[in-house]
């Protein structure tokens, strides 16, 4: 199976909050990380959490992980038109020397005005 | 700071022509640099990774090979397409151990 799983689609309307999830099978990865993939660009970072925390904030977005069920969140509040892109969970694994990065299918999230 | 560039941005190619992308790193050193695909099921492939000049390791047996040249470029290549060679090629970089940074992506379409 896939070493990072998310579901493949989010839709919520302007102004709510917006959760999509992720989990992984690795409980040796060291940091998980949020991308953002605009339509036609490149992968954006967005942030990344150490396996150590619990939770981060930035501005809008907070990332919850829970070590004990393998499971990271990205918390997006008052979503707005521009957050509409795919969001890519990704985890690095403890003893990989080239720091490889383990990637989910990516979960297209719209948002309805 | 870093940027990383990636040429053409798009590119339309018959079947059986050859293949160069190019993806070029600026403000850093000694990179890691990775070719990732993203077909149309839109999961990211990782090609290939180099630690440094001439030094190429492969994920998957394809069609494609890439080359280090220089310690700030890394080349995708083939010298045969196939249709299935199709998709989006986006390529990164890193520090070891650290954050990957990607590049704006070629997208390649064979006919």
């Known amino acids: 199976g896939e070493d990072v799983e998310q579901s493949l689609f989010l839709s919520v309307r302007e102004g709510d909050s917006s959760v999509i999830n992720c989990t992984y099978t690795?409980?040796?990865?060291?940091?998980l990380y949020w991308y953002k993939q605009e339509p036609g660009a490149g992968l954006q970072l967005l942030t990344y959490?150490?396996?150590?925390?619990d939770m981060k904030q930035d501005q809008r977005l907070t990332v919850l992980l829970n070590k004990k069920d393998k499971h990271l969140s990205l918390r997006i509040a008052d979503t707005q038109t521009g957050d509409s892109a795919i969001y890519f969970c990704a985890e690095s694994k403890r003893g990989s020397t080239l720091g490889r990065l383990y990637f989910g299918r990516g979960t297209q999230l719209t948002v309805w005005p | 700071s870093q940027t990383i560039h990636q040429w053409p941005a798009t590119l339309v190619q018959p079947v059986g022509s050859p293949l160069s992308l190019e993806c070029t790193v600026e403000g850093t050193s000694n990179p890691n640099l990775y070719w990732y695909r993203q077909a149309a099921g839109r999961g990211l492939q990782l090609l290939f990774y180099s630690v440094g000049i001439g030094q190429i390791s492969s994920e998957v047996p394809q069609n494609l090979s890439a080359s280090r040249p220089q310690d700030r470029q890394f080349i995708l290549s083939s010298k045969k397409l196939l249709l299935s060679d199709s998709g989006f090629y986006l390529c990164a970089w890193s520090h070891p151990q650290e954050t990957q940074y990607f590049g704006p992506g070629t997208r390649l379409l064979v006919l």
């Open positions: 959490i150490f396996s150590n925390m």
């Open positions: 690795d409980s040796s990865s060291t940091y």
